[in-house]
């Protein structure tokens, strides 16, 4: 049996008396392409930047390709992607440029990192231009790849497609689902409802606590709703 | 680990020296500063030290003496029957103009002869000596109309002038060390806060925390770079001010320019430490102009002698890194001396580097408490 490629066990944030994140407990397989949904201050923001390190646990524990994040944390980064919520490439720097650096942060070999670089501004259809020219839906699109660069057994998606149209939104997931079919985890957190529709299965956060887990299909017939969206309101608006 | 340096080094180039205009400012402020500051901030003509060398002292001599000290503009600091006394003043740069009567200088005025007098000026500083060579000839022109007035007929006070070169007064000699301290505060603490807060604005601070890199190597990867440019600097500011204002350089270079680098440093960690504190790159910019660059020339002996300071102003002074660099490097341009003289000061500026950095490293751990 693999180890999962996330692995969260009564995982707790506690800022002074204020309970972030509330002994949540979740598995994500590899390979498949996890949503991690929730309102604003739900939490999930504070438990994706303990599981990359970036934020100590106060309590519980959880491994990232099965990895220790407290104790392995040097060896954890190594393995994951993330791209946050700000578009964050270099905007005074070329496509190129932003590629071998991050190629090289990670310790990619020169020739590795132009080949993949070549590679990826074809599939993307990139020039080499200033990052800070491209479009915001083309930057997206970039800083995914980037993200990926150094094939990381899981990338962490902080609200990738903020303020992206909706035909780049869905390009977008077909990269996602292009990296997952190579085997990579996608942990994903989104405020678009139609795009938690594709992901394989997604977890509901409600002020700290993970309220609902397991695929969009069981979950309408569980909660007996039509679609993903009327669950979440039910559920982060308890009436 | 290399790899992984040199690429967040690469990348920190590349930002330098993209941003053309930035650079540019960067590159040619220690010139536009030494001349400025060379020019511009030049010992004051207002308190115009004067030596009065009057061998026989009659009325008019009085009159005149009196003349002199009844603007705020001059002050006699000493007053000799014989000349011999100038040249000393002048050579230990306790004096500025020196005043000398004819032996006979109220006769020749009673008699309606020339009555003469020698205006000596100290002209290290060409503009000055002019300035106060005017001021001083206005003086006696005006005793002398006035005389004619009094007396109803034509006199005759004939001065001679006489410009002394003196080397030892060089005011911008004791500015070049200052600057150059200030110039290495601008582009190390200010520069690298700017910087450093950015990547935090951006969130692209975020992507390299989540990254193998480690905290130490985004600020040794940050830092660098800058030093280079600070080092450039450094040689520019030299360069300007022996070839425009011939100060001299008397110590050793190397020394100097180590120690440079160790008060770079000192810079640069403040730099880094205003950034990890901070949220935005104007605070950034703000702070670090306040905690660097405002007492790095106005509490570090630079302009105002810290002796002259009030006491509170001269304590505080102690924990201001310039002030220690600007007595290494005015000791080893200006004295010639070596660490010998100067370990104290390196030590100083050592132990802060170290304290400093420690402190920005342990702000910058990725894991927020």
């Known amino acids: 049996m693999t180890a999962p490629a996330v692995f969260a066990r009564d995982l707790t944030r506690r800022f002074g008396d204020f309970t972030a ?37 106060t309590e519980g524990e959880a491994r990232v390709a099965d990895l220790d994040i407290v104790t392995q944390t040097e060896q954890v980064r190594c393995r994951i992607g993330y791209m946050s919520q700000r578009f964050s490439l270099y905007e005074d720097l070329t496509v190129k440029e932003n590629i071998s650096l991050y190629g090289g942060i990670y310790g990619l070999s020169d020739s590795t990192i132009a080949e993949r670089s070549r590679n990826m501004m074809e599939s993307l259809g990139l020039k080499d231009e200033l990052v800070g ?24 998606l902080d609200e990738p497609t903020g303020g992206v149209d909706p035909i780049t939104r869905r390009q977008f997931w077909e990269l996602i ?3 997952a079919a190579r ?9 678009y409802m139609d795009e938690a529709e594709y992901c394989d299965r997604i977890s509901i956060m409600v002020a700290g606590k993970i309220a609902t887990m397991g695929s969009p299909g069981d979950l309408k017939k569980k909660w007996n709703v039509s ?9 982060a608006r308890p009436t | 680990m290399i790899t992984t340096l040199r690429a967040f080094m690469v990348k920190e180039l590349r930002h330098i020296l993209r941003d053309r205009q930035t650079l540019t400012i960067l590159l040619l402020m220690p010139l536009v500063q030494v001349v400025l500051f060379g020019y511009a901030l030049r010992s004051d003509v207002r308190d115009i030290r004067l030596v009065v060398v009057d061998p026989s002292p009659d009325y008019a001599t009085q009159e005149l003496k009196a003349r002199f000290t009844a603007g705020r503009r001059f002050k006699i600091v000493a007053v000799a029957p014989s000349f011999s006394i100038v040249q000393p003043l002048f050579r230990q740069g306790k004096a500025d103009v020196a005043v000398t009567f004819d032996p006979d200088f ?70 070049v060390p200052g600057l150059i301290a200030l110039v290495l505060t601008l582009v190390s603490a200010l520069m690298t806060a700017i910087s450093l807060s950015r990547e935090k604005e951006r969130g692209t601070l975020e992507i390299l925390l989540v990254s193998p890199l480690r905290p130490w190597q985004i600020i040794v ?49 403040i730099g ?40 509170l102003l001269q304590v505080i002074s102690n924990v201001v890194p310039a002030r220690w660099f600007i007595i290494i490097a005015r000791g080893i341009m200006l004295k010639g001396i070596g660490v010998t003289y100067l370990w104290r000061e390196t030590l100083v500026l050592a132990v802060m580097t170290m304290f400093f950095m420690a402190v920005a490293v342990r702000s910058f751990k990725p894991r927020v408490a």
């Open chain 1, 227 to 235: 679609t993903i969206d009327e669950l979440f309101v039910r559920l």
């Open chain 2, 221 to 269: 990867g940050k830092v660098l770079p800058y030093l280079g440019l600070a080092f450039a600097n450094v040689l520019t500011a030299l360069l300007a001010a022996w070839l425009v204002f011939h100060v001299p350089f008397r110590g050793s270079v190397v020394l100097l320019l180590a120690e440079s680098i160790l008060y770079s440093m000192v810079s640069l960690a």
């Open chain 1, 133 to 156: 020219k491209l479009p915001l839906g083309w930057k997206q699109k970039l800083a995914f790849s980037v993200a990926l660069l150094h094939e990381p057994a899981v990338v962490f």
């Open chain 1, 177 to 179: 689902y292009a990296a």
């Open chain 1, 21 to 57: 994140v509330d002994h949540i407990s979740f598995e994500v397989a590899t390979g498949e392409v996890f949503g991690f949904l929730g309102a604003n201050g739900a939490g999930k923001t504070t438990a994706m930047k303990m599981l990359i390190g970036l934020l100590a646990p």
């Open chain 2, 106 to 175: 109220a006769e020749h005025l009673e008699s309606n002869e020339p009555a003469r007098i020698l205006l000596a000026v100290d002209a290290s500083d060409p503009n000055t000596g002019t300035t106060m060579q005017t001021y001083a000839a206005a003086v006696i022109a005006e005793y002398e109309s006035e005389l004619k007035q009094r007396k109803g007929r034509p006199v005759m006070i004939v001065p001679e002038m006489r410009m002394r070169f003196n080397p030892s007064l060089e005011s911008v000699n004791l500015f």
């Open chain 2, 272 to 311: 880094v430490l205003v950034a990890a504190r901070t949220t935005s790159q104007r605070v950034a910019m703000l702070i670090s102009l306040m905690a660097t660059l405002l007492p790095s020339s106005l509490l570090s002996g630079m302009i105002f002698p810290i002796a002259s300071m009030p006491r």
């Open chain 1, 183 to 191: 085997g990579t985890t996608v942990f994903v957190t989104t405020h």
